[in-house]
């Protein structure tokens, strides 16, 4: 087993370092431009940014803001969901989701996940639906496009908004339509290591409703609309015009970009086909993935994962403790054995690297490590 480049080259989970040099004439042009111009807050390319994403995704309106959590808290606050209310989101999440629940003084209630692509499931929705319900948030995990389309007709019932987290799924779709157009309005991050990332924290919110476009933009101005006028108590949560140059370079190849990751996934499919003890990630019927993350199960993870990481690849774990068992949510009262599918998947999912740049001789060096440590853990 040979490592591509030598002993010394190490395969990361992401290589910003690769999308920067594609990018970089662009970019020094960007920003030079916005140095010369002094343009610092809500400069010209913000405006940008915020019309090419919409037009991206066939959105009526993206307002950028400081990051994904406030993408998604703004989100909420904007679609009505206020404190003491009730807001449905899966155990199976980066804590940032419920995060932007609890900073509105609104209460997360967790469901469990499906066993095969771990998102929301939404017959695990429908019956955790009571009187206080005021919104659900499908997370779209991993570059996968959450079954929206099904609780659609639970929220219409209790008269909940539906809130995309598509922080993971810049240009994935479902039945033709992408991530984050699915409901009434959604949050994204564009954090460095996403489809779609900046050069440091940023995120926006898509909807189509003009009144919830103009609350969020309202909201992230410190409540105002008009200078030195606040008509509700806000944040300050904008978009970086530094951050907008950038994603206005990548968002010209994210088509690509995410084109590239399939294939990746399809070779990694391949590779790994025949190896015994080891679950692939499955695209559900209806979805285009975008493969943020390629994540496979795998028994004795942990001794898998140190295998990986001593023959220089940068696998990792996403996510191995679900919300409701992290210290920051025990008030929750939901312990051990709550949502056993989360629960069960947390101690097995494995992130292999993937990212456009990749190369045939790296992911056939990470399927070489992964079954050598598959076979070593068998023989034990």
């Known amino acids: 087993m040979t490592r591509p480049g030598g002993a010394g080259d ?22 030079k431009e916005v140095f010369t111009q002094a343009s610092y807050i809500g400069g010209p390319a913000v405006a ?17 803001v400081a990051n994904g959590t406030d993408a998604v808290e703004l989100a909420l606050r904007a679609s009505g969901v206020t404190a003491g209310g009730e807001v449905i989101l899966p155990a199976n999440t980066f804590i940032a989701t419920a995060e932007a629940v609890s900073r509105i003084g609104a209460v997360p209630v967790l469901v469990d996940v499906d066993p095969v692509h771990l998102l929301i499931d939404p017959d695990r929705v429908a019956a955790a639906v009571t009187p206080r319900t005021q919104a659900i948030i499908p997370v779209h995990l991993f570059g996968q496009t959450a079954f929206v389309e099904r609780l659609v007709p639970v929220a219409a019932a209790c008269g909940a908004v539906i809130v995309e987290d598509a922080a993971q799924s810049q240009g ?136 990986l990481n001593d023959a220089g690849i940068g696998a990792g774990i996403h996510y191995p403790v679900p919300v409701h068992l992290s210290r920051a949510y025990r008030e929750l009262g939901a312990g051990s054995g709550s949502f056993p599918v989360a ?38």
């Open 10 to 31: 190490f395969i990361p989970m992401v290589d910003l370092a690769a999308q920067q040099d594609e990018i970089a004439d662009e970019v020094d042009a960007g920003l």
């Open 48 to 64: 940008e940014f915020e019309q090419a994403y919409a037009r991206f995704l066939g959105a009526a309106n993206c307002v950028g």
């Open 172 to 307: 994935a779709s479902r039945h033709g339509r992408f991530a984050g157009t699915l409901g009434h309005a959604a949050g994204t991050s564009f954090y460095p290591g996403k489809n779609l990332g900046a050069a440091g924290d940023a995120g926006a919110v898509v909807t189509d409703d003009e009144d919830i476009a103009a609350r969020v933009r309202m909201l992230g101005a410190h409540g105002s609309d008009h200078k030195y006028q606040h008509d509700a108590i806000g944040m300050n949560s904008r978009l970086d015009t530094v951050q907008a140059v950038v994603l206005n370079a990548k968002l010209r190849r994210l088509a690509g970009w995410n084109e590239r990751r399939r294939r990746a996934a399809d070779r990694y499919r391949n590779l790994l086909a025949d190896l015994p003890g080891v679950e692939l990630p499955r695209t559900a019927e209806g979805n285009v993935d975008v493969w943020h993350l390629y994540v496979i199960r795998v028994a004795e993870r942990d001794r898998v994962l140190a295998a």
């Open 343 to 380: 629960e069960q998947a947390a101690g097995r999912i494995l992130s292999l690297p993937i990212f456009p740049h990749i190369s045939e001789a790296q992911q056939q060096y990470v399927a070489d490590a992964l079954m050598e440590s598959v076979r070593n853990l068998g023989a034990r």
